[in-house]
């Protein structure tokens, strides 16, 4: 272990410079890449047209097929009919244009009734002239012909209507009386909105004709009227629906619209196991790129994207942490053992080949999210698990190249913040076990969500896998943290929270030490411990270190207890009695000593500097003036502690406190101003003697550890008040 230590320190002295830690970020890359770089690469296959697969093949990407969607839509369009729109006015204008020719002929015939009339009337008038002896020059006018009653008809008509009639049929109407005319005019309109109340397409035009034909063809009518009703019934009739090209093109362009673009989905079978592979599939399979190999170098451009982007967040996060160089390094250093070994870890798990793809599931990523909470920070293990989750999605991905597995990401992220969440507050070693169990019922809740949300129906084996892998990560996660977690803690130097609360428990063998051979220390100690851990909480530091710290910072009095005030009760003082000398160098021993048994016991680093340090450099000033009294020719330096002065904000505290509690336990009964002015005075000494000058300690945080001392000390030397039996007692012992 010790040989491994002085690697790991040479490892973090180098990481002390920027060139090596970016050396050990690509270490990472390089790890990360080795392992996604077969979950990225394209699959190529050797296929030719019109051969058999010898397995089934299923699409590495998500990918829009234009053919066939192009394919779909003409196919729709091809599916709309063409529409055709019926024009109700060409009936209302051909029963009007009907209407017109027999109404002309009918005025045709009422003029000429009338002119023959008034040629009667004025023959009449010429007659009885010649009676009364008036002779008659006059020739009477001749009667019409009927040429001219066509002409006198024609002129009322249009040029196309008179020329498209046939002059029988005009013959026909300026022959017939006009009460005939009316007959034949209502039997025709009635025929023709008969037939055109219908569509009349193009191609029915004929067929419509011959029924206003056989319509008519039985009218109660001359057959010369019967023949021009006919001849003007078929006339009327046309076509009265046309094709509507506008409205035709719109319907296509909705149908083509209305089209779902065909897609190829990442996961779907393009060919089955011993199928033909036809031109169609041949197509799909260029399309999605297991045919071409121009482009194979895109998935490793984005695996290299996505490390970069990863590490990139890790590093601004060590970059911006706040701590010692060293204690940083550390931590990066431990973060990276652990992230290299979980990586490894879940790509070896990703290899073992059973029925089910869901074998990621027995991954314990709570395993390195406990550890890195326990021994760095609880931020660190979500940007772990995050990371974690990240790269799984990329490794499990189901048999599918360049796909995304999101269920086992979720999953896995799930497991890790659980383990995480519950060690939020149990720092106790005991707490990780049942931290396994909580995190194997959030495994188990995580994935049945998972499974119900798909909709998928599983059978009795399938879910006892799900229950076990999810208790196997849980418990193995468990297993694996307390079983690494030493190593770790001994490998670094690492002083993790739980380690602290362990070594506060009082059955220590040392505090059981400190209890039995020196209990006044003990009292002290505890004292000292929460005057420390109040000042340190106040102003941000490591409340916990500080109050474990000052259990063991005394330690060393235990090898010579009763030379120390707190432990001499109902026994003469020895000091009183030993030379200057003699006395300060029993009472600087214990810090080296304190020291000495530390290490002995194998305590961390940071508990044996507390023990060394938190005294300085300061000054045995009691027996130095005494030594001075007695004419001893001695310097300063010699009676002081051999330090080394406070190298933490905790130490420094620590030996304030410690000062502060003697000198105040010395007082008979000490009020608050006087506590105060104690107080303030005990940390001007330090300021003065430059015992703080190695820490980084500040004034501000100086004023604010003197104000948190103040009141906690005020609290434990309160006044009490006199109750009537003690006041009796005072009076009986007076």
Same mark, same amino acid.
Request: hydrophobic share 45%; charged share 20%.
């Given at each position: 272990?010790?040989?491994?230590?002085?690697?790991?320190t040479k490892i973090r002295n180098l990481l002390d410079v920027t060139f090596f830690r970016v050396v050990l970020f690509l270490i990472l890359g390089f790890v990360l890449y080795l392992v996604m770089f077969s979950n990225v690469k394209p699959e190529k296959l050797n296929l030719n047209l019109f051969s058999v697969s010898t397995e089934a093949i299923r699409s590495p990407v998500t990918v829009s097929d234009r053919e066939s969607t192009e394919r779909k839509r003409e196919v729709a369009e091809e599916q709309v009919a063409d529409v055709y729109v019926v024009k109700k006015e060409i009936n209302e204008n051909r029963v009007d244009l009907i209407t017109s020719i027999f109404d002309s002929s009918i005025a045709v015939n009422k003029e000429i009734e009338a002119s023959e009339a008034e040629a009667a009337t004025s023959n009449e008038e010429s007659d009885d002239g010649a009676a009364e002896g008036a002779t008659a020059n006059e020739t009477p006018p001749e009667p019409i012909s009927t040429q001219e009653k066509i002409g006198m008809l024609k002129e009322r008509l249009s040029?196309?209507?008179?020329?498209?009639?046939?002059? *029988?049929?005009?013959?026909?109407?300026? *022959?017939a009386s006009s009460n005939e005319l009316s007959i034949a005019k209502d039997l025709t309109v009635t025929a023709i909105n008969n037939v055109m109340k219908n569509k009349i397409p193009a191609d029915e035009v004929e067929n419509s004709k011959k029924r206003v034909e056989d319509e008519l063809r039985y009218a109660n009518l001359e057959n010369s009227l019967k023949n021009a009703v006919i001849e003007l019934g078929r006339y009327a009739v046309m076509q009265n629906e046309f094709f509507d090209l506008e409205a035709t093109q719109e319907l296509r362009q909705q149908a083509r619209e209305s089209v779902e673009p065909v897609k190829?989905?990442?996961?779907?079978?393009?060919?089955?196991?011993?199928q033909l592979i036809n031109q169609e599939i041949y197509r799909q399979l260029e399309l999605v790129g297991l045919l071409d190999n121009e482009n194979s170098w895109l998935p490793f451009i984005g695996l290299g994207l996505f490390i970069m982007i990863l590490l990139s967040a890790l590093y601004y996060y060590f970059y911006e942490l706040k701590l010692k160089g060293e204690t940083r390094q550390n931590y990066l250093?431990?973060?990276?053992?652990?992230?290299?070994?979980?990586?490894?870890?879940?790509?070896?798990? *990703?290899?073992?080949?059973?029925?089910?793809?869901?074998?990621?599931?027995v991954f314990p990523v709570a395993m390195g999210a406990m550890l890195i909470k326990i021994l760095i920070d609880e931020r660190l293990a979500l940007l772990w698990t995050v990371s974690i989750a990240l790269c799984a999605t990329i490794i499990?991905?189901?048999?599918?190249? *360049?796909?995304?597995?999101?269920?086992?990401?979720i999953y896995l992220l799930c497991s890790g913040i659980a383990g995480i969440l519950f060690l939020s507050k149990q720092n106790q070693r005991a707490k990780i076990l049942q931290a396994g169990l909580f995190i194997s019922a959030i495994n188990l809740m995580v994935i049945f969500a998972l499974v119900f949300m798909q909709n998928a129906h599983?059978?009795?084996?399938?879910?006892?896998?799900?229950? $076990?892998?999810?208790?196997?990560?849980?418990?193995?996660?468990?297993?694996? $943290?307390i079983g690494l977690l030493p190593f770790f803690e001994a490998?670094?130097?690492?002083?993790s929270t739980m380690r602290l609360i362990e070594l506060s428990n009082p059955n220590h063998p040392l505090l059981r030490k400190i209890l039995t051979e020196a209990p006044g220390t003990y009292h002290h100690s505890v004292m000292v411990a929460n005057l420390s851990e109040s000042a340190c909480e106040a102003i941000g530091a490591n409340g916990l270190l500080a109050r474990v710290g000052c259990y063991y910072h005394d330690i060393g009095k235990t090898n010579r207890p009763q030379f120390f005030i707190e432990n001499q009760m109902n026994i003469e003082n020895p000091h009183d009695r030993l030379p200057p000398q003699t006395s300060k160098n029993i009472i600087i021993a214990h810090a080296t000593d304190g020291a000495e048994i530390l290490r002995k016991y194998k305590?961390?680093?940071?508990?044996?500097?507390?023990?060394?340090?938190?005294?300085? $450099? $300061?000054?045995?000033?009691?027996?130095?003036?005494?030594?001075?009294?007695?004419?001893?020719d001695i310097e300063e330096k010699d009676y002081r502690y051999p330090g080394p002065k406070a190298q933490t904000k905790e130490t420094a505290i620590i030996g304030i406190a410690d000062s502060v509690e003697a000198a105040v336990r010395s007082m008979s009964s000490p009020n608050p101003e006087q506590i105060e002015g104690l107080v303030r005075n005990i940390i001007a000494d330090r300021l003065q003697d430059g015992q703080l000058n190695e820490c980084d300690l500040t004034l501000k945080e100086l004023e604010i550890v003197a104000n948190t001392l103040c009141e906690t000390l005020k609290g434990i030397f309160h006044s009490r008040i006199e109750y009537p039996e003690m006041t009796k007692q005072k009076v009986k012992q007076a």
């Amino acid at each position: 272990m010790e040989k491994l230590q002085r690697q790991l320190t040479k490892i973090r002295n180098l990481l002390d410079v920027t060139f090596f830690r970016v050396v050990l970020f690509l270490i990472l890359g390089f790890v990360l890449y080795l392992v996604m770089f077969s979950n990225v690469k394209p699959e190529k296959l050797n296929l030719n047209l019109f051969s058999v697969s010898t397995e089934a093949i299923r699409s590495p990407v998500t990918v829009s097929d234009r053919e066939s969607t192009e394919r779909k839509r003409e196919v729709a369009e091809e599916q709309v009919a063409d529409v055709y729109v019926v024009k109700k006015e060409i009936n209302e204008n051909r029963v009007d244009l009907i209407t017109s020719i027999f109404d002309s002929s009918i005025a045709v015939n009422k003029e000429i009734e009338a002119s023959e009339a008034e040629a009667a009337t004025s023959n009449e008038e010429s007659d009885d002239g010649a009676a009364e002896g008036a002779t008659a020059n006059e020739t009477p006018p001749e009667p019409i012909s009927t040429q001219e009653k066509i002409g006198m008809l024609k002129e009322r008509l249009s040029e196309d209507v008179a020329n498209d009639v046939s002059d *029988s049929t005009f013959t026909a109407l300026v *022959s017939a009386s006009s009460n005939e005319l009316s007959i034949a005019k209502d039997l025709t309109v009635t025929a023709i909105n008969n037939v055109m109340k219908n569509k009349i397409p193009a191609d029915e035009v004929e067929n419509s004709k011959k029924r206003v034909e056989d319509e008519l063809r039985y009218a109660n009518l001359e057959n010369s009227l019967k023949n021009a009703v006919i001849e003007l019934g078929r006339y009327a009739v046309m076509q009265n629906e046309f094709f509507d090209l506008e409205a035709t093109q719109e319907l296509r362009q909705q149908a083509r619209e209305s089209v779902e673009p065909v897609k190829i989905l990442q996961g779907q079978i393009l060919v089955e196991e011993n199928q033909l592979i036809n031109q169609e599939i041949y197509r799909q399979l260029e399309l999605v790129g297991l045919l071409d190999n121009e482009n194979s170098w895109l998935p490793f451009i984005g695996l290299g994207l996505f490390i970069m982007i990863l590490l990139s967040a890790l590093y601004y996060y060590f970059y911006e942490l706040k701590l010692k160089g060293e204690t940083r390094q550390n931590y990066l250093l431990l973060f990276s053992i652990i992230f290299i070994l979980s990586i490894v870890l879940l790509k070896g798990i *990703s290899f073992i080949q059973i029925e089910y793809s869901e074998v990621g599931y027995v991954f314990p990523v709570a395993m390195g999210a406990m550890l890195i909470k326990i021994l760095i920070d609880e931020r660190l293990a979500l940007l772990w698990t995050v990371s974690i989750a990240l790269c799984a999605t990329i490794i499990f991905n189901e048999g599918v190249t *360049s796909a995304l597995n999101f269920h086992i990401g979720i999953y896995l992220l799930c497991s890790g913040i659980a383990g995480i969440l519950f060690l939020s507050k149990q720092n106790q070693r005991a707490k990780i076990l049942q931290a396994g169990l909580f995190i194997s019922a959030i495994n188990l809740m995580v994935i049945f969500a998972l499974v119900f949300m798909q909709n998928a129906h599983y059978n009795a084996l399938e879910y006892t896998f799900y229950f $076990t892998a999810a208790f196997i990560s849980g418990i193995t996660s468990a297993v694996l $943290t307390i079983g690494l977690l030493p190593f770790f803690e001994a490998g670094f130097g690492i002083l993790s929270t739980m380690r602290l609360i362990e070594l506060s428990n009082p059955n220590h063998p040392l505090l059981r030490k400190i209890l039995t051979e020196a209990p006044g220390t003990y009292h002290h100690s505890v004292m000292v411990a929460n005057l420390s851990e109040s000042a340190c909480e106040a102003i941000g530091a490591n409340g916990l270190l500080a109050r474990v710290g000052c259990y063991y910072h005394d330690i060393g009095k235990t090898n010579r207890p009763q030379f120390f005030i707190e432990n001499q009760m109902n026994i003469e003082n020895p000091h009183d009695r030993l030379p200057p000398q003699t006395s300060k160098n029993i009472i600087i021993a214990h810090a080296t000593d304190g020291a000495e048994i530390l290490r002995k016991y194998k305590l961390p680093k940071e508990i044996v500097d507390i023990a060394e340090q938190h005294h300085g $450099t $300061t000054c045995l000033k009691f027996f130095y003036h005494k030594a001075k009294e007695n004419g001893l020719d001695i310097e300063e330096k010699d009676y002081r502690y051999p330090g080394p002065k406070a190298q933490t904000k905790e130490t420094a505290i620590i030996g304030i406190a410690d000062s502060v509690e003697a000198a105040v336990r010395s007082m008979s009964s000490p009020n608050p101003e006087q506590i105060e002015g104690l107080v303030r005075n005990i940390i001007a000494d330090r300021l003065q003697d430059g015992q703080l000058n190695e820490c980084d300690l500040t004034l501000k945080e100086l004023e604010i550890v003197a104000n948190t001392l103040c009141e906690t000390l005020k609290g434990i030397f309160h006044s009490r008040i006199e109750y009537p039996e003690m006041t009796k007692q005072k009076v009986k012992q007076a």
